[in-house]
């Protein structure tokens, strides 16, 4: 593990220009959170410095992993210190505004996780504190940076898949455990930021910007269970402004069929080829132009990198993929995506979404978009 990390680092290392000064990240919320403080030991541009968590145990916790870093439970005592340069938000959906606000108004640079944030109030907030502060920001679209998704995207930047005619992407998977865990996902946000943030960024990022939305939703018996206020199921066709189509469906009740339907999957229909990536089994399919189709699967070589040595986990090597991206961006400042202005723009697709599923009408985007100031 420690040999195939070391080749990583170096490799990266060589492949971009670096400053020679690591940005420090200090990481707020310590449960998916700690993913980060653990997979930061395979980076090459930024590392660990700090830890923070209104809980003390979460901190004890991460001290297993990194005893070496500053940890606290007060928020406001790791924006004050200057020896970091990013903070890493992975609080509650429903704090994501206050917590990002706080951040740049302290003179940092931020990667929030997903969803970016989940209120219109809240967008037009971050997005006036990052004009007025000038700082930058990240939003940890985690599934971009796995790597069947980092292999899909390349092929279709280099043409492989002619233009791209439909784009259709999901998220599903049972979420007991989640709610168990953390109560607040029932009451305080709704499934379409929380889950279908991953499948609505991905029709975002091949689609372009999105017209319209035409949304259903339902609430699952798992759902009702624990008091959801909204729906755990969507059903999402989308219209880009260049006219093309897409689908997104999210289901957060589910039986899984772990061996028929990944949890993530995108499916691309371009002219001359069609192709499809995988969360969590890694895998990549695509056709070649003679129609056989091809199968990539980089799981054994690459469960050190993403899954810290087990068959499936954590996000380690996806959130240590777009924290170097970020950290890259900053020192050379080179374009990034998704950006404040993407995410908020994203934001406002699941906002409309969300409205069309509970008023059964198709939604445009375009209003939602002016009223958050875009
Ligand atoms: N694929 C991904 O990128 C991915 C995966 C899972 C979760 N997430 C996102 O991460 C975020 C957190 O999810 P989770 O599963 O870790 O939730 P969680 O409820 O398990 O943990 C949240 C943590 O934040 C802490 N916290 C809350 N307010 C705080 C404050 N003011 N200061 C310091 N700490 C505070 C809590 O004590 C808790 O430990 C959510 O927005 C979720 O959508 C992203």
Same mark, same amino acid.
């Given at each position: !593990?420690?040999?195939?990390?070391?080749?990583?680092?170096?490799?990266?290392?060589?492949?971009?220009?670096?400053?020679?000064?690591?940005?420090r990240?200090?990481?707020?919320?310590l %449960?998916?959170?700690?993913t980060?403080? +653990?997979?930061?030991?395979?980076?090459?541009?930024?590392?660990?410095?700090?830890?923070?968590?209104?809980?003390?145990?979460?901190?004890?916790?991460?001290?297993?992993?990194?005893?070496d870093?500053? *940890? @606290? @439970?007060?928020?406001?005592?790791?924006?004050?210190?200057?020896?970091?340069?990013?903070?890493?938000?992975?609080?509650?959906?429903?704090?994501?505004?206050?917590?990002? +606000?706080?951040?740049?108004?302290?003179?940092?640079?931020?990667?929030?996780?997903?969803?970016?944030? &989940?209120?219109?109030?809240?967008?037009?907030?971050?997005?006036?504190?990052?004009?007025? @502060?000038?700082?930058?920001?990240?939003?940890?679209?985690?599934?971009?940076?796995?790597?069947?998704?980092?292999?899909?995207?390349?092929?279709?930047?280099?043409? %492989?898949?002619?233009?791209?005619?439909?784009?259709?992407?999901?998220? =599903?998977?049972?979420m007991?455990?989640?709610?168990?865990?953390?109560?607040?996902?029932?009451?305080?946000?709704?499934?379409?930021?929380?889950?279908?943030s991953?499948? +609505?960024?991905?029709?975002?990022?091949? =689609?372009?910007?999105?017209?319209?939305?035409?949304?259903?939703?339902?609430?699952?018996?798992?759902?009702?269970?624990?008091?959801?206020?909204?729906?755990?199921?969507?059903?999402? &066709?989308?219209?880009?402004?260049?006219?093309?189509?897409?689908?997104?469906?999210?289901? /957060?009740?589910?039986?899984?069929?772990?061996?028929?339907?990944?949890?993530?999957?995108?499916?691309?229909?371009?002219?001359?080829?069609?192709? !499809?990536?995988?969360? %969590?089994? !890694?895998k /990549?399919?695509?056709?070649?132009? &003679?129609? =056989?189709?091809?199968?990539?699967?980089?799981?054994?070589?690459?469960?050190?990198?993403?899954?810290?040595?087990?068959?499936?986990?954590? %996000?380690?090597?996806?959130?240590a993929?777009?924290?170097? *991206?970020?950290?890259?961006?900053? !020192?050379?400042?080179?374009?990034?995506?998704?950006?404040?202005?993407?995410?908020?723009?994203?934001?406002?697709?699941?906002?409309?979404?969300?409205?069309?599923?509970?008023?059964?009408? $198709?939604?445009?985007?375009? $209003?939602?978009?002016?009223?958050?100031?875009?």
């Amino acid at each position: !593990m420690k040999e195939f990390l070391e080749k990583q680092i170096t490799e990266r290392k060589n492949s971009v220009k670096f400053s020679g000064q690591k940005k420090r990240i200090g990481v707020l919320g310590l %449960h998916e959170g700690r993913t980060l403080l +653990v997979g930061l030991d395979r980076t090459a541009l930024c590392e660990a410095a700090a830890g923070c968590d209104l809980e003390q145990y979460k901190i004890d916790e991460a001290k297993k992993d990194r005893p070496d870093l500053f *940890y @606290t @439970t007060r928020y406001d005592e790791m924006l004050s210190r200057s020896d970091i340069d990013i903070i890493a938000i992975y609080t509650p959906d429903q704090f994501h505004g206050d917590h990002v +606000v706080k951040a740049f108004e302290a003179g940092k640079d931020v990667i929030c996780t997903k969803p970016l944030v &989940n209120s219109v109030e809240d967008a037009k907030r971050i997005l006036d504190a990052s004009r007025r @502060t000038g700082k930058k920001l990240l939003v940890g679209q985690s599934t971009r940076f796995f790597e069947s998704f980092r292999r899909q995207r390349t092929d279709f930047e280099r043409g %492989h898949l002619g233009t791209l005619e439909l784009v259709d992407a999901h998220y =599903t998977h049972r979420m007991d455990w989640f709610y168990e865990k953390s109560p607040w996902a029932a009451t305080e946000t709704d499934w379409i930021f929380l889950g279908l943030s991953h499948p +609505v960024d991905l029709v975002r990022w091949y =689609t372009g910007p999105i017209e319209e939305v035409q949304a259903m939703g339902y609430t699952s018996e798992l759902g009702k269970q624990y008091g959801l206020k909204g729906f755990d199921i969507y059903v999402v &066709n989308l219209r880009g402004k260049n006219g093309r189509i897409a689908r997104a469906m999210g289901h /957060y009740g589910l039986k899984e069929m772990f061996s028929v339907r990944n949890c993530i999957e995108l499916f691309l229909c371009g002219t001359k080829n069609t192709s !499809m990536a995988q969360y %969590h089994d !890694m895998k /990549y399919q695509y056709t070649l132009d &003679n129609g =056989t189709e091809v199968t990539e699967n980089p799981l054994y070589e690459l469960r050190h990198y993403h899954f810290n040595s087990e068959i499936h986990g954590m %996000h380690y090597g996806e959130f240590a993929n777009y924290s170097d *991206y970020f950290a890259d961006a900053l !020192m050379n400042k080179s374009s990034y995506s998704p950006g404040i202005e993407e995410g908020v723009e994203t934001f406002c697709i699941m906002e409309a979404i969300r409205r069309s599923a509970q008023t059964q009408q $198709p939604v445009h985007i375009a $209003p939602l978009l002016q009223e958050v100031g875009l």
